[in-house]
């Protein structure tokens, strides 16, 4: 009997894909102390025992091929410069963690990387230049056979200890002393990228300086690590993540500041407007920023990052922050129909007080507030207080009589009797008072009679400066105004010329004139020396006409060299006639 045998399945089997690195899994995805994708290349470097360049050639080289045209690192990216930043949230974390994936057949790698809070978290000083560990979790892990690897918590700049062992991250190696880049060509996880040596510290030798674990560098650590742990949840969406930070901050200030932003922002360190900008949605927080919310009010970070009824979200109505210095700050924010009421038993006052002081003692900064609330009556209390400054300068009643009505009288009436009465401002002035009002108001006539004698007796005393002045200009020769001034009593020449421009313009015109022929006059009396006989020496000359012989030799050259000359002829025959023969 002839059996039939089974035909046989032709079409070939499907293979899957094959990766091309091995497909390690991702340490700690979650949990606070994720795994780094820097730290993840160089665990995938030590799995394959070859350099970290070799593997990123190695990546470079084929996941163009894998996935052509997108995704791929571009060629012309120096590898010496892959730095912190490939953790981070910018678009070259991305593509490291798009191209791993690719090499590796993963899909999870971006979970290494804050991709989660793009959009949300601004890539600025997020991350540390040189590679930063911590001695005692890498020694931990050595000891109790664990996988070496570095969380991306350490590569944080904020972060400044760690949040198990409670002591300062390291960046300079035991061994060689020096600082290193996150990744350099020989870098193996827990090893020195320079020297080869060992980074970690056995715990015990560790535990030197460990700092409180009520200090804010221990709850930052922490809060940081609970941020990391949190990306899986938030899942890449910044548009959600914004909205619950912006309805979380909202509420925190309402309920645990009663709504006052600027009372928050001094509680938590920051400006009053960046709160403004957070509750309005307009701005996001830097990361250290949102640490500090966390740590001064001593609230876990996800209370401000969760929205909804899942874990890690908080009921802001009965949350109370753990800071010891917390207290619910004075509510500001009053009824407006009992501000109005207070408003309305200020007008009563009286002297009335002015709307900064109001405001100040309702609590306000300033009078913003009250002016919002009522504009009318805070209209009328400014004007209160301005009519009350006018009239009563003095706000403590009344003000006191410096001289009572008969001493007024009798002093106007005693200026008025002098031939050179007092302005009533210097009486004033000289009884205490600091204006004249209280003369002019109620003696206006004799203030009057003052003040028009006063005027009177200045228009005399210039008439006879004119009379003065008119008789100086016939004068031969016409005095200066400076001896005029002095004759008439002052000391300044300057009272002439303000009061008679015109008589003094023409004084001096006179005595230019006056001057000009006085010249003349000595040029013809110098001429008539150089016709004398015998030739009088220019000494003798100068003596008789009252002139100096330097004056005259520069106003009179000619006459000057003259007479010099006819006297020295004069000399030399008088020699001659002595010489005996
Ligand atoms: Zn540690
Ligand atoms: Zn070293």
């Known amino acids: 009997m002839a059996s039939i045998l089974d035909s046989w399945d032709l079409t070939p089997p499907v293979v899957p894909p094959r990766a091309r690195f091995c497909p390690l899994e ?24 070859v350099p970290v360049a070799a593997l990123t050639e190695e990546l470079r080289r084929c996941v163009p091929i894998a996935r052509p045209g997108s995704g791929g690192i571009e060629n012309d990216c120096p590898y010496g410069l892959l730095s912190y930043s490939a953790n981070g949230v910018e678009e070259s974390a991305a593509k490291w963690a798009r191209a791993l994936n690719t090499a590796t057949l993963r899909s999870d790698l971006r979970n290494l990387t804050l991709l989660a809070f793009v959009g949300f978290l601004c890539s600025l000083s997020l991350f540390r230049r040189f590679r930063t560990w911590c001695p005692a979790c890498f020694g931990e892990w050595r000891s109790s056979n664990r996988s070496i690897y570095e969380p991306l918590l350490w590569s944080l700049t904020v972060a400044r200890v760690c949040p198990y062992h409670r002591q ?21 996880p827990g090893y020195c990228g320079r020297c080869g040596g060992w980074l970690g510290a056995t715990p015990a030798k560790a535990r030197s300086e460990v700092t409180s674990a009520m200090a804010p560098e221990h709850w930052v650590s922490k809060a940081t ?109 009053r009824p407006r129909a009992k501000m109005r009421q207070s408003l309305r038993m200020v007008l009563n006052e009286h002297p009335a007080p002015s709307l900064s002081e109001v405001a100040r003692r309702l609590g306000y900064q300033g009078t913003e507030g009250l002016r919002r609330i009522n504009p009318t009556l805070c209209k009328r209390i400014t004007d209160n207080h301005r009519k009350s400054f006018q009239y009563e300068p003095h706000s403590h009643g009344p003000r006191w009589r410096i001289c009572g009505r008969k001493e007024v009288e009798a002093a106007l009436k005693a200026a008025l009797a002098k031939t050179e009465p007092e302005s009533v401002p210097r009486i004033a002035r000289r009884l205490g008072y600091t204006g004249s009002a209280p003369f002019f108001g109620p003696f206006p006539g004799l203030c009057r009679a003052i003040s028009l004698k006063i005027a009177r007796r200045r228009a005399t005393r210039i008439r006879a400066m004119r009379r003065l002045v008119e008789s100086a200009i016939r004068q031969n020769p016409p005095p200066t105004l400076r001896m005029l001034a002095l004759q008439l009593g002052y000391k300044d020449k300057k009272v002439l010329t303000r009061y008679f421009a015109g008589l003094c313009a023409e004084l ?14 000595v040029q013809r009396e110098l001429q008539s020396y150089t016709r004398l006989e015998p030739a009088p020496s220019m000494a003798e000359a100068c003596r008789k006409l009252g002139l100096k012989p330097q004056t005259a030799s520069r106003r009179f050259p000619v006459e000057y060299k003259l007479i010099v000359s006819r006297y020295q002829q004069r000399r030399r025959k008088m020699a001659g006639l002595r010489r005996p023969y």
């Open 26 to 49: 991702p340490i700690g995805v979650g949990t606070p102390l994720v795994e780094g994708l820097t730290g993840y290349l160089l665990r995938l470097a030590e799995a394959h025992a």
């Open 168 to 188: 300062p991250f390291v960046s300079l190696c035991p061994r060689c002393g020096q600082p290193m880049r996150p990744i350099m060509s020989l870098s193996r």
């Open 225 to 333: 690590g609970d941020l990391l742990a949190l990306a899986p949840e938030v899942d890449h969406q910044p548009a959600p993540l914004r909205i619950a930070f912006r309805d979380n901050i909202d509420s925190c200030v309402r309920h645990l500041f009663n709504g006052n932003g600027a009372e928050f922002a001094k509680f938590v360190g920051c400006t009053p407007t960046s709160v403004y900008n957070w509750r309005n949605g307009k701005t996001t927080p830097r990361i250290d920023q949102l640490l500090q919310l966390s740590e001064r009010l001593r609230i876990p970070i996800a209370a401000f990052l969760l929205s909804g009824a899942g874990s890690g979200t908080v009921d802001w109505k009965t949350i109370k922050p753990d800071a010891t210095d917390y207290a619910a700050p004075a509510v500001l924010h």
């Open 508 to 521: 001096l015109a006179r005595r230019r004139a006056v001057a000009k022929g006085r010249i003349a006059e």
